[in-house]
């Protein structure tokens, strides 16, 4: 019936109006809507932490926010049939719109930001909607309460969407969690949960909260931590984000049971979600199935071991302490997570170890974690699909007319799906080439340029040189934050659906003039 | 079916016996010729310094004795007719390996240096046309000395062209497109090796001698002229010189310089049409126009990011340092680790790109990169449409699945050599900008990087720069497949043996 009167309406005198038909602005609106209630919580401890006055704004934002989110989901509908070509710039719109009015509270708050740093603050709120951890933000302890709740959960909620993206959109990239589960899963199990996207994305959603609320109970029960540290951190653990409301981070706390708790609960954010479901369901062979899995707990195993020998052997530090200090730092990296563990008498300032310590963390945040999990990065299975492809080109090279499948845990990967593994590792190249040579460009030293590229395009947060752990993006030039703020989003869109969207968007901004 | 491209095809296990003994008889022949050319050199550089007689005596003497001892031996070895391009591969591995050897002897006996160590790592250097030297007071050196450490890099860069169209197959997979070396659409049609090595040399030897020619006509001396054409043509670097093409401070000479260097960068097969005239093969390569392009648009940057810093003078300087880098030359300018934080990473992306494929020098190289570039817009187009079939082109010319399977390999070989590259020299003890830029700069065979410190080196250092110098120079499938067949071989070797034994008591 809709299709009919829809070909009528093009020879009828009066226009439709077509921007009314909208699925970005619908999923946009309701996304926005989401926001509402942490705004409103944050809100709520800002004002009751009394000590600071920032709850005008995060209530002001509260509505602005709740306002434009209604006028999108209500004002606009989704078309009649989505292609899949379709979900690209939705997935691209909404991270930058939930930025845009994330950011709102912290231009209203002249102590906070204001708008005079509008960079500054929109640079805060990508990071955190991206689960980045990266700040601008210089004095943080002596920010309100609720703010600060606020910054913890923008990554939160970047967590959240990282969930959806996974099962939604990635399986379209045919890069999810899909077609690797089809592959390497012998029965007819999938990475589908339930028969119906939104089905598998609540569940999923289920298993991020609880993991959440676990974190926090355990973080809790560790002597030092408050109940409002435990929630603040549980926040940004779950979404391997990286952000504290302390300047100190972890070091906080100087705690081993803290660190402890949190790299467990990084590593746990960093594997993938789907996994978690089944294993609370009992079948707990699904993470041994899942062989870039096991491989990311391999890695994160051998690099503590290396890290502790060089930090050991090469900087002179006790070997129990080298072991904690290069515990945490690996998995903070290698989840890209992004905390630091800075203290008296610790090696945590990882940006003055020696350099093939430093270039072994770069190797780490430029693998990241595992499939289908809040981690960033390339991902451990397009590692190893790339060292599978490349160790096969050897022997093409010497057999021309061989064929040779790439294998994953015993199982053949579909070419198709190699092909864009291997697509995408360019994609990585252009946008960490481009983006050094911008940033660079803009003045800062290549370590810090490299490793603050790197850490954008992985959503890690701090980076090496100038802008470690114990210092912040502020070292970078205000352009070049802009820059490596859209290089998160990249990253975060792992890369094919930034460059999808971009290609979409453009096509369909070129139709229209 | 394009036999002869694929000799491993037509290779049944009743021919392995023979190949194998083939192979050792190309191995030893290409040695032999190997060392009569590095003779004639030896001679010609002992000639050339005639001047101060002892050094000059020392390398006549090496120069006649090894060609005439491997004059008289090459009668005897028989060649292959149909060697395959593995055995073309590890015949070139020793003839190297016997050039660097008779140059190590060079340096040694004319009292270049006294230590071996550094006599090798000059002669890999050289021979890999990569600007890293080790030896101390370039100025006091003997000129027959000098011209020999020129002549190194010379041979050095006809030798990879050579190979490139000798163990042609192996390289196919790196330049994507077969045949161009060729200078023709595909391999059954290409002209025989030998062909082709005259089409090389002509255009390599016409292009030197114009080289040194203008090099003279701008104010150079002659050993200085021939000395310089034979690094720039070579894509190598060493200078007479300490402190590169400032020394002159001319700008005749840097003009000459970039030229020839930005010439050195384009692939032969290209450089033989217009060689022959037909210059509508110029305007048709895609892979031209790019490396052009990019050219320009490296020293526009360049120029911008140092204007700060001597004005106009900026534009000629960056102009020479662009073409030096981008051709993988290496005559690096005084102070470049001064240059601003932009500039220097421009040039170690340019030095990562490197020239046309089909030149003696190094780096990605331009139609590797076009062809990566295109892969993935076509993964992502079959994101949108799934259903379409994409072909990747370059330019007009359609690029086949199974060497773009090759590139991609290529591609992630290359990334992983180059942090693997950092990591050891960080090891050895370079800072993190340090090594990466130098990592990059031996795997391109340039030698000098920005941010480097590449004065004295270390152990540690020469030997993490050395292995890359080879992997650059050599590519990366035929020395991984050389090697995988070193252990194959060894372990059926060892299998034999250990099957033999007992057979052998009884």
């Known amino acids: 019936m809709r299709r009919a009167l829809r070909g009528a309406s093009e020879f009828s005198l009066v226009p439709r109006a077509p921007h009314r038909q909208n699925l970005s602005l619908h999923v946009v609106g309701l996304a926005l809507l989401f926001l509402v209630p942490g705004l409103i919580i944050a809100t709520l401890v800002e004002w009751a932490s009394a000590t600071s006055d920032g709850e005008w704004p995060l209530l002001l934002a509260a509505l602005i926010t709740a306002a434009v989110g209604v006028i999108l989901f209500r004002g ?31 231009v209203l708050d002249a102590g906070f930001f204001g708008w005079s740093q509008w960079d500054s603050a929109l640079f805060e709120s990508i990071s955190g909607f991206t689960a980045s951890g990266s700040t601008v933000l210089v004095d943080i302890d002596a920010h309100g309460r609720g703010m600060l709740l606020w910054r913890q959960l923008t990554q939160w909620y970047g967590g959240m969407g990282m969930v959806v993206l996974a099962v939604s959109v990635l399986p379209l990239l045919g890069v999810g969690g899909q077609e690797l589960m089809r592959a ?7 990475d ?11 569940r999923l959603w289920l298993v991020y909260a609880g993991l959440t609320v676990v974190i926090a109970v355990a973080l809790f029960a560790v002597p030092g931590v408050g109940l409002y540290d435990a929630v603040a951190h549980a926040l940004t653990v779950a979404g391997t984000g990286g ?5 100190g981070s972890i070091g906080h706390f100087e705690s081993l049971g803290a660190e402890l708790v949190m790299a467990t609960g990084m590593i746990a954010g960093a594997m993938s979600f789907s996994l978690h479901y089944r294993a609370l369901r009992g079948d707990w062979r699904a993470y041994r199935r899942a062989s870039d899995q096991m491989l990311f707990l391999k890695i994160i195993a051998f690099a503590t071991a290396l890290i502790t020998l060089l930090l050991w052997l090469r900087q002179g530090a006790s070997f129990g302490l080298s072991l904690r200090d290069a515990f945490f730092n690996v998995v903070t990296l290698a989840t890209s997570g992004g905390f630091h563990n800075i203290r008296p008498g610790g090696l945590g300032d990882f940006a003055a170890w020696t350099p093939p310590t430093q270039v072994v963390l770069g190797v780490l945040m430029l693998i990241g974690g595992g499939a289908g999990s809040t981690s960033g990065g390339m991902k451990v299975f397009r590692a190893q699909i790339s060292a599978a492809h490349a160790l096969r080109t050897v022997r093409l090279a010497r057999r021309p007319r061989s064929v040779v499948p790439v294998k994953l845990g015993g199982a053949v990967i579909p070419e198709p799906v190699v092909g864009r593994v291997l697509g995408f590792g ?61 290089l998160m989003i990249v990253g975060r869109l792992e890369i094919t659906a930034v460059f999808l969207g971009a290609a979409v968007i453009l096509r369909h901004l070129h139709r229209r003039l | 079916m394009r036999a002869p491209a694929d000799p491993p095809a037509r290779r049944g296990t009743a021919g392995r016996r023979t190949r194998s003994r083939a192979s050792t008889d ?27 007689l002892a050094p000059a005596a020392a390398l006549l003497g ?72 080790v030896l101390p007071q370039l100025e006091s050196l003997p000129a027959a000395v000098l011209f020999w450490r020129a002549l190194t890099q010379w041979l050095g860069g006809f030798a990879a062209l050579a190979l490139l169209a000798g163990a042609f197959p192996l390289y196919v997979p790196a330049l994507v497109l077969p045949g161009d070396i060729a200078g023709l659409p595909d391999r059954a049609s290409a002209p025989p090796f030998g062909t082709q090595l005259r089409r090389i040399a002509v255009v390599y030897g016409t292009v030197s001698a114009l080289c040194a020619a203008s090099y003279a006509i701008a104010g150079m001396g002659a050993l200085d002229a021939f000395s310089y054409s034979f690094t720039t043509i070579s894509t190598g670097g060493f200078g007479n010189h300490p402190g590169g093409l400032e020394y002159f401070d001319s700008t005749a000479i840097e003009s000459v310089a970039t030229v020839f260097m930005a010439l050195a960068g384009v692939s032969v097969v290209t450089l033989w049409w217009a060689v022959r005239g037909r210059w509508g093969v110029l305007w048709q390569s895609f892979e031209l126009r790019a490396y052009l392009l990019v050219l320009a648009v490296g020293i526009a940057a360049v120029a911008a990011l140092t204007w700060s810093d001597g004005g106009p003078a900026a534009l000629r300087r960056a102009a020479v340092t662009v073409t030096a880098v981008s051709s993988s030359t290496g005559f690096e300018p005084a102070g470049w680790s001064g240059w601003s934080w932009g500039a220097q990473a421009v040039l170690v992306a340019l030095i990562a790109t490197g020239g046309m494929a089909g030149t003696a020098g190094g780096g990605f190289q331009m ?79 340039m030698g000098p990087a920005p941010g480097a410190d590449l004065g004295a080196l270390e152990g540690g250092e020469r030997i993490v720069l050395a292995v890359m110098m080879v992997l650059g120079r050599l590519s990366f499938f035929p020395l991984l497949v050389l090697a995988r067949g070193a252990v194959t071989g060894t372990r059926r070797l060892l299998s034999a043996e250990r099957a033999n034994g007992p057979r052998m008591h009884s």
Request: hydrophobic share 50%; glycine share 10%; with cysteine.
């Open chain 1, 76 to 106: 606009f509908r989704p078309p009649d049939d989505v292609r899949p070509s379709d979900v690209f710039p939705v997935v691209v719109w909404t991270w930058l719109w939930c930025s845009v009015l994330g950011a709102l509270p912290y």
């Open chain 1, 184 to 190: 390497e899963t012998p029965g007819p199990e999938s």
């Open chain 1, 192 to 202: 589908r949960l339930a028969p119906r996207i939104s089905g598998t994305a609540k």
């Open chain 1, 243 to 247: 952000f504290s409301p302390y300047g």
């Open chain 1, 426 to 486: 360019t994609l990585y190249i252009i946008s960490f080439g481009v983006g050094t040579l911008i940033v660079t460009s803009l003045g800062a030293d290549p370590v810090t340029a490299v490793s603050g590229v790197i850490s954008a395009l992985s959503n890690m947060g701090p980076a090496l040189g100038e802008a470690g752990p114990s210092s912040n993006f502020t070292v970078f030039a205000r352009p070049a934050r802009l820059v490596l703020a859209g």
């Open chain 2, 26 to 52: 190309l191995a030893l022949w290409a040695s032999l010729w190997a060392s009569v050319v590095c003779g004639l050199g030896l001679v010609l550089s002992g000639l050339v310094g005639l001047g101060d």
């Open chain 2, 62 to 133: 090496l120069g006649v004795g090894c060609s005439a001892v491997a004059g008289l031996c090459v009668r005897r070895v028989r060649v292959p007719s149909h060697p395959s391009p593995m055995a073309i591969f590890a015949a070139a591995c020793s003839a190297w390996s016997m050039m660097i050897l008779i140059s190590t002897a060079a340096y040694l006996l004319t009292g270049a240096t006294g230590s071996l160590p550094d006599a090798i790592f000059e002669s890999i250097a050289g021979f890999c046309t990569t600007n890293l030297s």
């Open chain 2, 367 to 445: 139609r590797r990169a076009i062809a990566a570039a295109r892969y993935a817009y076509r993964e992502l187009v079959t994101e949108i449409h799934p259903h379409t079939v994409h072909v990747v082109k370059i330019g007009r010319r359609s690029v086949a699945e199974r060497p773009l399977a090759l590139l991609n390999g290529y591609q992630i070989l290359f990334a992983t050599a180059v942090l693997a590259g950092v990591f050891g020299l960080s090891l050895a003890g370079m800072d993190l900008w340090g090594g990466a830029s130098a990592s990059i700069s031996a795997l391109a065979t």
